[in-house]
Nanobody, 125 residues
Framework: QVQLVESGGGLVQAGGSLRLSCAAS????????MGWFRQAPGKEREFVAS?????????YYADSVKGRFTISRDNAKNTVYLQMNSLKPDDTAVYYC?????????????????WGQGTQVTVSS
């Protein structure tokens, strides 16, 4: 089992920044690829970003966040981060981190094995 706890969400004005953190416990964190997803009210959960098992490993982004968001991980701290810059009202959602028992990140929610409880991000215009 892997337990994931997100933090860092909040209310920010458009153009602002937030950094989300996801702390993992349980099994060896470095064995898992990690991802961030988000779900806005009335919408499906969507992929945001993923990173492979290594710190500094391969990353993938949704087109909607490319160039604005950065995913990273610190395996020594069992933590994955999502730096979000130039935030837009459309980024408003509950953000979830997820762990996949594989080396490489994936855009598919169904391929992740563990999920956090989510953290709310609200971007005001």
């Amino acid at each position: 089992q892997v337990q994931l706890v997100e933090s860092g969400g909040g209310l920010v004005q458009a153009g602002g920044s937030l950094r989300l953190s996801c702390a993992a416990s349980g099994r060896t964190f470095s064995n898992y690829a990690m991802g961030w997803f988000r779900q806005a009210p009335g919408k499906e959960r969507e992929f945001v970003a993923s990173i492979s098992w290594r710190s500094g490993g391969a990353t993938y982004y949704a087109d909607s966040v490319k160039g604005r968001f950065t995913i990273s991980r610190d395996n020594a701290k069992n933590t994955v981060y999502l730096q979000m810059n130039s935030l837009k009202p459309d980024d408003t959602a509950v953000y979830y981190c997820a762990a996949a028992d594989k080396m490489w990140g994936t855009r598919t929610a169904g391929e992740y094995d563990y999920w956090g409880q989510g953290t709310q991000v609200t971007v005001s215009s």
